[in-house]
């Protein structure tokens, strides 16, 4: 039996015989919502870290690397973006990142109001105050169902899900992409977090293959976050208009000028398409 | 008390409150040599995996990152090395990228012959054969005075050490830079592992003020390895001659044309130098 002195660790696993652990100094939050089980704890090194079921979603001290990368690549692909559309990122740091460019308006679809409030309360950092500008608007909706009904006209779309099992199984669909390709206009971007590529690579696989029939450009790119197993981590944009891989640098210094990073840089911004070559065939898999 | 039947699982530490964990599924070598407990694992994710007292120092799996930002970058940064010199890297994977270039000659110095003759046995696919090469030449003996007796030139040096501390603090001086400087001509290059951006900010500096009397450039570039704990990881380069992150992208082609590589593309060099904001004030600490 634990004694009462002995502090906990959490797992997440990777491999079956790898893993991170974080010691939890804290609980400062443990819930079983209608979809899964939304935790907060505090932990020395990673600062408040968000968990769904057994998964580490996001820190404090690491989130912006995911984040970044998830709107600023889709964002500077679009010539000039008016209308932004975000499904699940249910902790609010995509909707920061993407209320950062001149944007007239951004709907949020998260299905699960848990994540919003225990991040809201417990790691407001990450939202930092996106709800209240208004530009936004928040929907605690099925991004699924709001797709298909479609009636609005978006320029870009990120999708910030969970791994794909439950009720984020359709996000990883053609039927989703195509839907989502009618709410794009001729210019329009989707980005969507694809899984890691050293143990999800039939996942890219299957996420580039759904995008395929939809988009003129489909590209994977790379970030490395420290808080995921196997660390390396894909990103893959579909693309009406321009090659998310080709856009000018000098236009990429300009849109990201008065916006400050922590991670995206345009200068960095093509060499994310280049994947090393241990996971080209993980990232061209399509 | 542990039962049999329950396996033994392996802590590599990071910050205090978070680590990676490794399952043992098979300890094929425990030993204490003369310097550190050399230890070589099997693990079903990683493969076989060499550990130094309690830190993982490569696996068969993902050894080529760390090896190939290590040689490619100091090597394709002198116009024409002849002759090379490697400061530890018992493991063998540093000298087996070195030998792919069209070198002359290539002396290694480690200071350890239990790391050497572990990872031969067990971890073959790292060293490879490069021992047998009639360019290479093996000495079992202390890199710091070997490089303080001086009397031989190298064009390109790197250094392949553990953490500063025991028998690898020297390899950090001003006085070894210094020394290592004198061995190298007016195109001479050295580059040195550095340490986590995240957690060794300290040494980074270090590196960069100790480098910086005897060097015309000094430039941190970053790489990221799964099985280091905070992945991200420095690397620092001096240079006599030309700057590392200015080298001719043709000439990278060109030069790696006929050495295939599994992490190290020409295409990313002048990348792996720009930091991301998080990380500029630990990279360009000195």
Redesign the interface.
Known sequence: MRSPQEPEWI?DQ??????????V?AVLHDERSAFQRVRVIE????GRMLILDDAVQTTERDE??YHELLAHVPLCTHPAPRRVLIIGGGDGGLLRETLRHPIEHATMVEIDRAVIDATLRWIPSIPANCYADPRARLLVDDGIRFVREGGEHFDVAMVDSTDPKGPSLGLFSSEFYGQMAALLGASGVLAVQSGSP?YQQDLIAMVQQHMAPHFRWVRTYLG?V?TYP???WTFTVGSQGRDPAGVNPEELVERMRHI??????P??HH?LF?S???LQSAMSAG
């Open positions: 797992t990777g491999g079956e015989a790898f893993a991170h652990i974080y010691r100094d932990n020395l090194d990673f912006f690397i050293l490395a420290p196997g660390v390396f400050p990073t922590r991670y995206y840089l200068a960095a060499g280049v090393p070559p241990f």
